[in-house]
């Protein structure tokens, strides 16, 4: 079982950044991949980005590419998401999730742990 905690949500204006961070319970963290979800009101959950196991490798949505980073810090159990260049339309909840599969994915229904999420609002 592994509990994660998202934080670092938060009201900023369009063209601000934000750091999200989500922590994580389990001393085997490294063991799973990790990904970054959001889903804003009356629309289906969406992927962001996602990172392996070492943090070696990432990839992201297109709608974020060259706007966000996701990084991991398997010392302190923690994947982070730095947002940057907001707009109006990155509003949304923005959730952690893990999976101990054997290859990065982009469906959530591989992920099989998730946060309760934190909320991200853009002002324009």
């Known amino acids: 079982q592994v509990q994660l905690v998202e934080s670092g949500g938060g009201l900023v204006q369009a063209g601000g950044s934000l750091r999200l961070t989500c922590a994580a319970s389990?001393?085997?963290?490294?063991?799973?991949?990790m990904g970054w979800f959001r889903q804003a009101p009356g629309k289906e959950r969406e992927f962001v980005a996602a990172?392996?196991?070492?943090?070696?490798?990432?990839y992201y949505a297109d709608s974020v590419k060259a706007r966000f980073t996701i990084s991991r810090d398997n010392a302190k159990n923690t994947v982070y998401l730095q947002m940057t260049s907001l707009k109006p339309e990155d509003t949304a909840v923005y959730l952690c999730?893990?999976?101990?599969?054997?290859?990065?994915?982009?469906?959530?229904?591989?992920?099989?742990?998730w946060g309760q999420g934190t909320q991200v609002t853009v002002s324009s």
């Open positions: 999730a893990a999976h101990g599969g054997v290859s990065q994915s982009s469906n959530q229904r591989d992920y099989d742990y």
């Open positions: 389990r001393r085997t963290f490294s063991n799973y991949r």
């Open positions: 990172i392996s196991r070492s943090g070696s490798f990432t």
